[in-house]
């Protein structure tokens, strides 16, 4: 069983920047950050597979930066140039795989808000 615990929320203001983190209870090469508003669906932001394989959502790609910190199972997003739609509760989402099966483990979140 995996455990993610994010930290880094807050409020900023707009054009200000926050760097979330997740750690991870082990290892967890493929992680991923979502986010989700009140009364819609939790949106991909930004993955990152191993260290180098990134992907980014169109509405962060240039503000946004996904990163591993592998001794300390910990994967960081860097948001810049923040605006008001980035507020929401972002989750940690990381993949495993044993065996030919995979598991899915979520956060438990942390709130960003951007005030303008």
């Known amino acids: 069983q995996l455990r993610l615990v994010e930290s880094g929320g807050g409020t900023v203001e707009v054009g200000g920047s926050l760097t979330l983190s997740c750690t991870a209870s082990g290892r967890a090469p493929a992680t991923n950050w979502y986010r989700q508003t009140p009364g819609n669906e939790r949106d991909f932001v930004a993955g990152?597979?191993?260290?180098?394989?990134?992907n980014y959502a169109e509405s962060g790609k240039g503000r946004l930066s996904i990163s591993r910190d592998d001794p300390t199972n910990t994967v960081y997003l860097q948001m810049n140039n923040l605006k008001p739609e980035d507020s929401a509760t972002y989750y940690c989402h990381a993949v495993t795989s044993t065996a030919g099966h995979s598991k899915n483990y979520w956060g438990q979140g942390t709130h960003v808000t951007v005030s303008s």
């Open positions: 990152i597979i191993g260290n180098r394989g990134t």
